[in-house]
Nanobody, 123 residues
Framework: QLIESGGGLVQAGGSLTLSCTASGLTFIRYSMAWFRQVPGKERELVSVIDSNSNGTYYSDSVKGRFTISRDNAKNAVFLHMNNVQAEYTAVYSC??????????????????WGQGIQVTVSS
């Protein structure tokens, strides 16, 4: 089970940190990711972190603005969002995949999904 927290309303240019806490899985064996989705559009991969934090991936749209991190002792993954823009408004979901073959994450291969949390950026 993955449970997100930390979403809400933030002003453009501001910062927000999303958290995702995992239970019921051996967290250290999973790569973790954040996806986002806007109504009417496909789910978009935002960022990925591998199981021991040695590798990360960011989509071009968030590179330099977002930072993904994890705390394996607390079974948690975080998405630090800086200088947010209105186009970042979406439902953000965390995801877990057991040993993905690439640095990215295919949503069709995800083993666990969070329920999603709304992030709204006001301009």
């Amino acid at each position: 089970q993955l449970i997100e927290s930390g979403g809400g309303l933030v002003q453009a240019g501001g910062s927000l940190t999303l958290s995702c806490t995992a239970s019921g899985l051996t967290f250290i064996r999973y790569s973790m990711a954040w996806f986002r989705q806007v109504p009417g559009k496909e789910r978009e991969l935002v960022s990925v972190i591998d199981s021991n934090s040695n590798g990360t991936y960011y989509s071009d749209s968030v590179k330099g603005r977002f930072t993904i991190s994890r705390d394996n002792a607390k079974n948690a993954v975080f998405l630090h969002m800086n200088n947010v823009q209105a186009e970042y408004t979406a439902v953000y979901s965390c995801a877990a995949e057991f040993m993905p073959p690439t640095e990215t994450m295919d949503p069709r291969r995800v083993d666990f999904w969070g329920q999603g949390i709304q992030v709204t950026v006001s301009s």
